[in-house]
């Protein structure tokens, strides 16, 4: 029987990517069909084309293994553009240690999206890539990303977004979410909680309009946010006020 993981846990959400970081990236790969890739890529592109400044810092909050940071970094590359520092934050020992094997020009330190490691005003970049859905406390979050956000600064969130309508391409999404991934995901990781934790964590999660709402109330201004491949992943890029 699947041991059932509910998305108000955070210390079992915790334990849970520490049971699953060893298979994490390949399961990454096979479920997604490696299209995060360029979803990531877009994201970078479009933060770093609206940031005009040189010698940025960014950190990737609940970093996992890496995927996102090695993004930033091909991306900069690619546009020519100048990146001082990279750290990536991530409250699981497990999904850090995976991530310091495949990446040595980058920090990791341990830590939760709610208390980060940084002084106040100090970073330009924050991203947080298919991590937001796992942080309980959603508005301390943002309170806490605005606190270490330079005036000025940018916070890009990619997320799956919850299916709200039911057309037939809905319906065969909702198929692969809920029976494929927890099969596939559970026979390869041999923990089928937490593939079963995945799409039920994305129908609890808020919609994209309270996501945004909760980024107001904590400050942020809104600068874009935008479905890709059939509004199956989202992206949100907000900014600190000047
Ligand atoms: C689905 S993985 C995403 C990893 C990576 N960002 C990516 O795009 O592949 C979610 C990550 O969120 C982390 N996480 C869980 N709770 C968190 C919290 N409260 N604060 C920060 N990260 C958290 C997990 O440890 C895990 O590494």
Redesign the pocket.
Known sequence: MANTITTND?SK??D???NI?ST??LL?RLLSFGI?QRW?KTACKKVLKGLEKDDLTII?????????LIAWKETSHKLGRNISSFVG????V???NVAREKISWCNFKE????ELPFEDNSIDII?????I?????LES?FKEFYRVLKPGGRLVI?EFAKQERESALDKFAKWYLHQMIPLIGGLISKDKGAYKY?PDSIAGFITSNELNNIQKNCGFEIVETKDYSFKISTMFISKKPE
């Not at 990737?60 to 996102?68: N, P, R, S």
């Not at 934050?89 to 699981?92: A, E, F, W, Y």
């Not at 991203?127 to 991590?131: A, D, K, M, N, R």
């Open positions: 955070q959400i915790i849970m990517f520490n970081s994490y990236d990454n995060d990531r990737d909050v609940a970093c996992g293994t890496g995927d996102m934050v991530d409250p699981s497990g999904m850090l830590g939760k999206a709610t991203s947080i890539t298919y991590g859905r796992n942080v309980v406390d979050a990619l995945l």
